[in-house]
């Protein structure tokens, strides 16, 4: 079992950034690809970002690209979202994930683990 605990949401103003923290426990994530997803009032879930096991590689949605940054520290189990020039349709319950499915990145049906959420707001 793994369990993911998301942190770091909080309000803020357009154009403001914030760093979300994704931490696991109970299983080293180190040889996972790991997702962050979110998911507005009344819309369903979106893929926004997701990094390879070894951190090589980085994915990101189009409608994030060149403003937020996927990053994961294996020492502490931990997976990032650095979030820049943030705009109010960003507004979201952001979730992490751990990829289990060889498949694509960007599906959430691919990941087994996710974790509660934490709720970034950005006023305008």
């Known amino acids: 079992q793994v369990q993911l605990v998301e942190s770091g949401g909080g309000l803020v103003q357009a154009g403001g950034s914030l760093r979300l923290s994704c931490a696991a426990s109970?299983?080293?994530?180190?040889?996972?690809?790991m997702g962050w997803f979110r998911q507005a009032p009344g819309k369903e879930r979106e893929y926004v970002a997701a990094?390879?096991?070894?951190?090589?590689?980085?994915y990101y949605a189009d409608s994030v690209k060149g403003r937020f940054t996927i990053s994961r520290d294996d020492a502490k189990n931990t997976v990032y979202l650095q979030m820049s020039t943030l705009k109010p349709e960003d507004t979201a319950v952001y979730y992490c994930?751990?990829?289990?499915?060889?498949?694509?990145?960007?599906?959430?049906?691919?990941?087994?683990?996710w974790g509660q959420g934490t709720q970034v707001t950005v006023s305008s």
């Open positions: 990094i390879n096991w070894s951190g090589s590689n980085t």
């Open positions: 994930a751990l990829k289990l499915s060889s498949g694509n990145y960007y599906s959430a049906h691919n990941y087994g683990y």
């Open positions: 109970g299983r080293p994530v180190s040889n996972y690809a």
